[in-house]
């Protein structure tokens, strides 16, 4: 009978080898073991927990309602619910799990019976190894298919951004791949950067200005659930919107965006896997905004430039093709202007004398400020001065006339120096008129100087204003040098003046040349003085000679 029983037994653990060893799945696992020991026990409470984490946690329970699966295993609980009897599954010292049972209808179990829920025990924990080894795996598995998608995402986000110019496309590609790819349904991105108008996406989330996000952001350098948000108004006002997570978009310390995330779908965390790989989209995103950025600045400031090379073309054509010739009067003139265009003007017209004789008016002029304002406004001296000869008699009268036109029309802060030369080639006579001007050179035929001051206030900010006329008779041999003040007052590298002394010498130094010859000695002097420092304002040089 005892052979008989000791087979029984042996047939049973086999059958509880194949059954235990048949599955990876550790509830069932654990099930199968429990009704194996209950009935070939044959008694009807039993608790089996497994090691989680430094305690043991029951995992199947049957008969004993204190120890609900879940639970923390205690022992005083279980002898307290009838399970007195406790076995550890595995390596006494380290076991996987403990199997407590009660006593079975006999009083105890007998050595025979106790060898074989050893040896049972010892089968089962094999199988729990290799089941938790297979959960292990599989959870393996899924963390590496996640990361797959991750880096397939990445990398298509990385692509999309990287073809896209605009801002706008870049915020609204991050907004919708971060919430597509965790099933968010509430989200906000937007960006901006100093120069360039901000940008926004938003579905079911609302942010505040921009300046509440600067300030709600400061010190926010990764990722972060909103709970972990400096206190103030940007947390508060994510907060009554449920946010979860926002992500800052930084480039260095410059903070140029941000996204904001509702809950994931399905209730699940964001976890430090998600954070980092939020942080690594974002990294992309922040690198795409810059090379849009530097795209958009690249093609204004192509488009500025091609605008001020038609507008210089056309400034150019302002000016006189050629000088005119009248008797032994030589006029010679020369415009280089600090940038594109400038706001220095010259121009000579014919016109006729009170008598009917042919004369020639010279004038040059000088905006205030430089560039495409100083530009304009240089045109509507030209379209004024011209507008008038005819009308107006005498260079002091046309500078009252055009005073007063240039005050009704153009801005309160702009002015322009101007002076006007009227010469009778036959006689030589001049008569001139300087509307706050620099002082007018006259060099005579002997190489003696004398500088012709203003004689009027400059045009455009005092309505009314007149200017002097004054007449001067130039010998044969005599000059007359007209000029902007970016002449005189040429810089060096160490900021000194060319100045009014430097220019008289340049221009008595050539006196006896052509006019032309003389303005170009002059802007080479200016140059060389330079020595290849910048050239801070526009310059022009005119020379009436009589030869």
Known sequence: MSVALGVLRLQALVESTEMLHGSLELDQLLRHLLRSVMGRLVIGRAVVAVESEGSLVVAESRGARSLPAGTTFDETTA?????????????????????????????????????????????????????????????????????????????????????????????????????????????????????????????GLALPAIEVLVEGLAGVDEPVRIGDLPSGELRDALARQQTEVVLPLRSGRELLGMVALGGRGGGAAYGPPELEFGAGLVAQAVMALENAWMVGE???????????????????????????????????????????VGGDYYDVIRVNGPDGTRRLLACVADVSGKGLPAALLMSTVQATLRALVGRVTGPGELLAAANDLLQATSPGNRFVTAVLVNVDPSTGAVTYSSAGHNDIVLVKADRSVELLPSTGLVLGLFPGATCEERTITLAPGDLLACYSDGVSEALDGAGNEYSLERLIEAIRQHSREPAQVIVDRVIESVDRFAAGAPQYDDITMMVIRRS
């Open 79 to 203: 002898r307290a619910a009838g399970l007195d009897l406790m076995f550890p599954i595995g390596d006494g010292e380290y076991p996987v799990g403990l199997l407590a049972v009660g006593h079975p209808p006999a009083g105890r179990l007998d050595d025979e019976e106790q060898e074989f829920l050893r040896a049972l025990l010892g089968i089962a924990a094999s199988g729990i190894a290799n089941a938790r080894a297979h959960d292990e795996a599989r959870r393996l598995n899924r963390r590496l298919d996640q990361k797959v998608h991750e880096l397939e995402t990445m990398l298509e986000f990385t692509r999309t951004v990287a073809s896209a110019f605009e801002p706008e496309e870049i915020v609204r590609m991050l907004g919708l791949t971060l919430s597509g790819i965790w099933a968010v349904s509430r989200f906000a991105s937007a960006a901006w950067r100093k120069g360039h108008p901000p940008v926004a996406r938003h579905k």
């Open 298 to 340: 690249t093609l204004e400031r192509q488009r500025i430039e091609k605008e001020l090379s038609l507008a210089a073309s056309i400034q150019q054509g302002l000016f006189p093709a050629e000088m005119p010739k009248l008797g032994g009067i030589e006029i010679a003139a020369r415009n280089r202007p600090a940038r594109q």
